[in-house]
Nanobody, 123 residues
Framework: QVQLVESGGGLVQAGDSLRLSCAAS????????MGWFRQAPGKEREFVAA????????YYADSVKGRFTISRNNAKNTVYLQMNSLKPEDTAVYYC????????????????WGQGTQVTVSS
């Protein structure tokens, strides 16, 4: 079992930056691939970014490529999402997910999910 807790969301203006964190506890964090998803009001949850267990491989949705950066610190059991040049369309609840499969965290999502953190970008 892995417990995930997101933090770092908030209200910002277009063009600003935010860094989300997802702290993991439970089983060995370094053994899991991690991902970020988001869900805007009235829309389905969508993939944002994923990172392999080692951090050596990352993958991004086209909509955030070049603006968002996913990273991890296995010593701190934490994965991050650095979000730059934020746009109003980035407004959503952001969730982190964990799974042993990189394909799953960049696809439907993993076995484990956090509770989400709200990001609101005003124009």
């Amino acid at each position: 079992q892995v417990q995930l807790v997101e933090s770092g969301g908030g209200l910002v203006q277009a063009g600003d930056s935010l860094r989300l964190s997802c702290a993991a506890s439970g089983r060995t964090f370094s053994g899991y691939c991690m991902g970020w998803f988001r869900q805007a009001p009235g829309k389905e949850r969508e993939f944002v970014a994923a990172i392999s267990w080692s951090g050596g491989t990352t993958y991004y949705a086209d909509s955030v490529k070049g603006r968002f950066t996913i990273s991890r610190n296995n010593a701190k059991n934490t994965v991050y999402l650095q979000m730059n040049s934020l746009k109003p369309e980035d407004t959503a609840v952001y969730y982190c997910t964990a799974d042993s499969s990189f394909i799953r965290v960049r696809g439907p999502g993993g076995d484990y999910w956090g509770q989400g953190t709200q990001v609101t970008v005003s124009s």
